[in-house]
DNA sequence: TAGCTGATTGACT
DNA sequence: GTCAATCAGCTAA
């Protein structure tokens, strides 16, 4: 059970929206990992200062490419982060996945990142998410939609507040409200 | 070829 | 509060 294509084929900050309560799917390693997205990040296109659809070239064939698809990039030497692409092809766009509450596998998730499995820092940031769920630059590009990484609907009712704030971590177009969170979640990495 | 930067994290004062 | 780790991709030369 995955999102359907088209529900990335909307602007980033509703797409955003819209994963929060989304259950994230890995089955990278030995034992699948399933969390639930508490935090989103939206980035649209180059006028978008903070977008690496503006200042970061190399990441243009994905980001200009069609909605579902994953857009993993090494940030500061050690970490990755994970990007799910939003919008139609031709219009860039993407959601940047910054906390999970973990679902399943979370021995594996603690094994995987060096803490205990009740530890609250298991998949929150971006950098320990994906740690925690062994995403690599190796699953850069690949479809979100179907296959060994995927997003699916959410497996409760939506019955949380969705908060809505400034990006954080960012040194660009700081200010715009485009980062959406479970507000209340012990998850979330910043309130 | 050298130098710089960043959508980060964790350790330390 | 500060700071190092560490690298792809850019810029200047």
Request: glycine share 12%.
């Amino acid at each position: 059970m995955t999102l359907p294509r088209a529900f990335f084929r909307r602007p980033a900050p509703v797409v955003a929206r819209d994963l929060l309560g989304c259950l994230l799917v890995s089955r990278r390693g030995r034992t699948p990992t399933v969390g639930r997205i508490v935090e989103t990040e939206a980035y649209l296109g180059p006028e978008d200062a903070a977008s690496h659809a503006a200042f970061r070239p190399g990441s243009h064939a994905l980001l200009y490419g069609d909605g579902g698809f994953a857009y993993v990039f090494p940030a500061y030497g050690m970490h990755v982060c994970l990007n799910a692409v939003a919008r139609e092809r031709g219009e860039p766009g993407c959601v940047l996945l910054r906390a999970l509450e973990p679902v399943a596998g979370l021995v594996a998730m603690a094994r995987r990142r060096g803490v205990p499995a009740d530890s609250p820092q298991l998949a929150r940031g971006p950098g320990n998410l994906t740690r925690a769920l062994a995403v690599t630059l190796r699953d850069n590009g690949c479809d979100l939609t179907a296959g060994a990484l995927t997003i699916g609907p959410p497996d409760a009712p939506r019955d949380f507040r969705i908060a809505r704030g400034v990006r954080v971590g960012i040194t660009r177009a700081t200010g715009l409200p485009l980062r959406f969170w479970i507000a209340g979640n012990r998850y979330v990495s910043k309130l």
